[in-house]
């Protein structure tokens, strides 16, 4: 009994912190999106619902429904995180995997490595890219001797030699990857450690080969571990304005949170900006349902 | 027809009238509208001509609280109210320390170490990022700043309705008669500078690399039209990250083809989505990268044609040249007339705690050396001064004749608009129409 409310006195300050930093906040949000703006250009909330103006909410809708800017930015931005996400997980599973299973007596070590890029700041590791590729930058020279850069221009996902920070959709898409990978790592690589090796041996003892083991066994056990990295990868991403702004500036890379920034920082039009980024609230919030959902399912037959 | 905004039982104009309510309660600008702001020529007033006779004028736009917005034509005196005087004369200097609320990097140290050690008051600065913010900071009145620097005409009639400004007592300011651009002495925004000086001008124009692109703007029957022929240089090309600059930027180009004078105050919702829509076509000619940073990659080279400040080439040549790069590299174009200005102020916080101090120190910027030092050594945006002159800076080296026309002249200022405040309607077309722009 005492325990049990040490612990509820314990967990106080952390709902106080939810409650006040991201509840009240977000109904500032929603009074703002549902309220109006004065005559300085300032929004002005209506804090009572009923008194809620439906209008800036209907204006953006509309704007969706006849395939306004709105909508572009909006698809843009889907393409642009279902990208970068599949390419993390293709590129982080693998690593993941290694760490977690075939590392060995290097496993502390190479956790630590997977930890460092947090050591320095999102901001300065995108700005180092800037120099990397530049016309003249050392990455830019490396990709095409790999042959990379020639790849990507057959492809079309490069326009010119060395064009990397012309406004290249390609170039926001793997600064996207290069910035997010790690949270994708960090949680796949726990649910992995977890998965019981004699499951494994199992399979393998009643005759599946390695990689139908894996397919049966190792992949459907790590499902949590994925959804979770996809989930800590494409929240950011789907808020980001930065990475556009820097590696691109292009008007063919702005998304979602470009538009957010434009309203609510140098436009008048901040009830719009709040409008937007409650839409973008919903849509995360479909999805972060959808992981509960199957996060729950998965635990649920993992005890079955 | 309804607006689409009129939604939920309440019309737009109750909506925006409970708006402006809150904006009184919050800057009690009510009591300045009602008070002796007075503007001068036909249908100026706020309302506009009353009965029948306002049937034959197009109503002007109004701001905040229904002040009038100022215009070349539409002059505005603010009005000194009972409670917020000018100093009196022949005060002593405060001790300070001067607390300066300013853009970062926007006054020369060394400059300002002058001034400290000509008054003995330390200079403390905050900076801040935008507009927007500034005001909303000096709204919000957690510091009381003595100066403000670097507010633009686009501001102007929000700081008058918030009450965030006093007003200035001229016999401590004996360097604004003495040294400014008569123009600048009695300006449109605030006839008599009752509660404005200005700190420095600059225009809107073409920086591009000399050295990469073949053609000679500036000898161009429309220079701006390079921006339209930008193809061989695809993904270096730049315009300016402002929704007013950038879009007066077309507006402009049209102007130089018919000869007809733009407004670019305009809130005409069809000149302005055009204005977007041509804007929008440097998305496939060029893919346009929409900027602000041209002062550091117009030097490094990655941009070679950029809409610009005339500032930022200025201090992109004193700062940012690579090793081995010459600055004369650089040059600009901006425009004689229908182009785009802009002024930066000086104003005194109306909760200054060291008003002499703040009135000497705008004085000390006022004087033509302090002016002169610190543009040449540190800001590179052109101090409206009649002793400035570009010959004079190229002749002793400062800058490289490529750049003479990034130092603004006085014809040219009063030649060019200045980008001004305009009502929340007139905003929000301009606010569309960048917004689809910048969606690509």
């Known amino acids: ?304 | 027809m309804g607006h689409p905004k009129d939604r939920s039982g309440l019309t737009r104009r109750q909506l925006l009238n409970r708006g402006a309510g809150a904006a009184l309660a919050v800057g009690g600008a009510g009591l300045l509208a009602g008070c002796e702001n007075t503007t001068e020529p036909i249908g100026a007033s706020a309302a506009g001509p009353a009965g029948e006779a306002g049937k034959l004028v197009v109503p002007k736009p109004v701001g905040p609280g229904g002040l009038p917005l100022p215009r070349p034509d539409n002059a505005v005196t603010w009005a000194i109210t009972p409670e917020n005087q000018p100093i009196s004369d022949g005060r002593p200097l405060e001790k300070g320390p001067l607390n300066v609320y300013n853009y970062a990097d926007y006054l020369d140290p060394a400059t300002l170490k002058k001034f400290q050690k000509e008054t003995g008051a330390s200079v403390r600065i905050a900076t801040y990022n935008s507009a927007d913010e500034a005001i909303a900071k000096l709204a919000a009145g957690a510091v009381a700043f003595d100066v403000i620097v670097g507010l633009t005409g686009s501001n102007i009639v929000n700081l008058i309705a918030q009450k965030l400004l006093q007003p200035l007592n001229h016999s401590y300011l004996p360097n604004l008669p003495k040294n400014v651009w008569p123009q600048l002495q009695d300006p449109f925004y605030d006839r008599g500078s009752r509660y404005t000086v200005p700190y420095v001008v600059w225009m809107d124009g073409i920086g591009w690399r000399n050295d990469k692109l073949e053609q000679d703007i500036a000898a161009m029957d429309v220079p701006w039209d390079i921006f339209w022929h930008s193809q061989p240089y695809r993904g270096l090309v730049g315009v300016l990250d402002d929704k007013r600059d950038a879009l007066s930027m077309p507006m402009q180009r049209d102007a130089m083809r018919t000869g007809i004078r733009p407004d670019l105050n305009t809130e005409d919702a069809a000149l302005v989505s055009h204005a977007g829509e041509e804007l929008s076509q440097l998305n496939g000619i060029c893919n346009v990268k929409v900027t602000i940073t041209d002062y550091q990659t117009l030097p490094e080279g990655k941009t070679v044609l950029h809409h610009a400040w005339s500032g930022d080439l200025l201090s992109g040549a004193f700062y940012y040249m690579p090793k081995g790069v010459k600055p004369d590299v650089l040059s600009f174009w901006g425009p004689d007339s229908n182009g785009v200005v802009q002024n930066d102020f000086l104003c005194v916080g109306k909760a200054a705690k060291n008003p002499v101090l703040a009135h000497h120190f705008l004085n000390f910027m006022l004087d033509d050396r302090n002016a002169y030092d610190n543009f040449v050594n540190f800001v590179g945006y052109t101090p409206p001064q009649n002793a400035i002159d570009a010959e004079a800076l190229i002749g002793q080296g400062l800058i490289p004749r490529s750049l003479a026309r990034a130092v603004v002249r006085p014809d040219q200022f009063a030649a060019n608009q200045e980008l001004l405040q305009l009502s929340v309607e007139g905003e929000r077309h301009w606010d569309d129409a960048w917004s689809k722009f910048k969606a690509g």
């Open chain 1, 1 to 304: 009994m005492g325990s049990r409310w040490t612990w509820r006195f314990l967990a106080l300050p952390g709902v106080a912190w939810l409650g006040v930093f991201f509840l009240v906040a977000f109904y500032a949000v929603l009074c703002v999106a549902f309220g109006n703006q004065d005559t300085l250009s300032q929004p002005v909330p209506f804090w009572n619902p009923l008194d809620w103006n439906v209008g800036y909410v209907l204006d953006v809708l509309s704007n969706f429904r006849h395939g306004g800017q709105f909508l572009t930015v909006s698809i843009r931005t889907l393409e642009f995180v279902a990208i970068a996400m599949a390419l993390s997980l293709a590129i982080g599973y693998p690593v993941a995997y290694f760490a977690a299973r075939h590392s060995g007596r290097w496993k502390g070590l190479v956790l630590v490595l997977l930890i460092v890029p947090f050591w320095i700041n999102y901001l300065m590791r995108m700005l180092a890219w800037i120099n990397l590729l530049s016309a003249n930058g050392w990455g830019t020279r490396i990709l095409h001797d790999l042959g990379i850069e020639q790849l990507f221009i057959w492809t079309g996902l490069l326009s010119t030699r060395g064009g990397w920070l012309d406004g290249q959709p390609s170039a926001v898409i793997i600064a996207f990857v290069y910035g997010y990978v790690p949270f994708l790592i960090l949680p796949l690589f726990a649910a992995l450690d977890r998965i019981d090796q004699r499951h494994i041996e199992a399979a393998r003892d009643l005759g599946a080969s390695p990689f139908s083991a894996f397919l049966r066994v190792t992949l459907p056990l790590s499902v949590p571990g994925i959804l979770a990295g996809c989930v800590l990868v494409a929240l950011p991403m789907f808020g980001d304005y930065y990475t556009p702004d820097l590696v691109s500036a292009s008007t063919k890379t702005t998304l979602i949170g470009n538009q957010i920034d434009q309203f609510t920082r140098q436009g008048s039009e901040k009830v719009t900006g709040a409008v937007l980024t409650m839409l973008l609230a919903l849509v995360l919030l479909l999805l972060m349902f959808y992981y509960l959902r199957t996060t729950r399912r998965a635990a649920q037959e993992a005890g079955a």
